[in-house]
């Protein structure tokens, strides 16, 4: 069975720091890119950062460049995002998602999704 667990979320305040885990099982994680959404209530989900397994690649949406830090452990099958600097307006739930042809920016490109976790950063 193929599952995506995140984990990590939670209250901080503005300035603070977060790391969220992506665990993965059930399929051959080395074959998968692995991306970062998150969602806010009443808004679209939205890319947030993206990392090929095959050449380490990573990418960032701009909102986030240089605040935000995506990496991989192999050992683990998992994938991390840490987040500095945190402001009220990364308040969303974040997913991870995974995809056999590597990062894509569109949410409807992803074969797995994890079930969430809430991020909530208070000013």
């Known amino acids: 069975e193929v599952q995506l667990v995140e984990s990590g979320g939670g209250l901080v305040q503005a300035g603070g720091s977060l790391r969220l885990s992506c665990a993965a099982s059930?399929?051959?994680?080395?074959?998968?890119?692995i991306g970062w959404f998150r969602q806010a209530p009443g808004k679209e989900r939205e890319g947030v950062s993206c990392i090929n397994r095959s050449d380490g690649s990573t990418y960032y949406a701009d909102s986030v460049k240089g605040r935000f830090t995506i990496s991989s452990d192999n050992a683990k099958n998992t994938v991390y995002l840490q987040m500095n600097s945190l402001k009220p307006e990364d308040t969303a739930v974040y997913f991870c998602?995974?995809?056999?042809?590597?990062?894509?920016?569109?949410?409807?490109?992803?074969?797995?999704w994890g079930q969430g976790t809430q991020v909530t950063v208070s000013s």
């Open positions: 059930g399929f051959t994680f080395d074959d998968y890119a």
């Open positions: 998602a995974a995809r056999s042809l590597g990062c894509h920016y569109s949410v409807y490109e992803y074969d797995y």
